[in-house]
């Protein structure tokens, strides 16, 4: 493997102030139902981006490693395969179709 499959991590993100989800806010309060409706939409992007920087990071890495980018890039695809799955951008109307 080379330096950049070697060294390179999941991100981390930045953790903002805590908000009730959706189900658990009263909706007669519209302050609480609008900062709740953000921070999901919010929430969803931010695993959407996610989802885009293993992307990138898996595109590098078969720049880099050429023809051998099938065994030194699995770790990154696997990460992908699952990020397309899971990390949809949804908003705060989840639909119930799965």
Not at 11 to 38: C, G, H, M, Y
Not at 89 to 98: F, I, L, M, N, P
């Amino acid at each position: 493997m080379t330096a950049t499959a070697d060294s390179w991590e999941y991100p981390t993100q930045r953790k903002f102030d805590d908000v009730a989800p959706l189900s658990e806010v009263d909706p007669n309060d519209k302050a609480a139902v609008l900062r709740s409706r953000a921070l999901a939409v919010r929430e969803s992007w931010i695993n959407a981006m996610e989802g885009r920087i293993i992307q990138e990071e898996l595109k590098k890495c078969y720049r880099a490693e050429g023809v051998n980018h099938y065994q030194n890039c699995r770790h990154l695809v696997d990460l992908y395969m699952n990020a397309l799955k899971e990390k949809r951008v949804e908003g705060w109307r989840k639909t119930e179709s799965a």
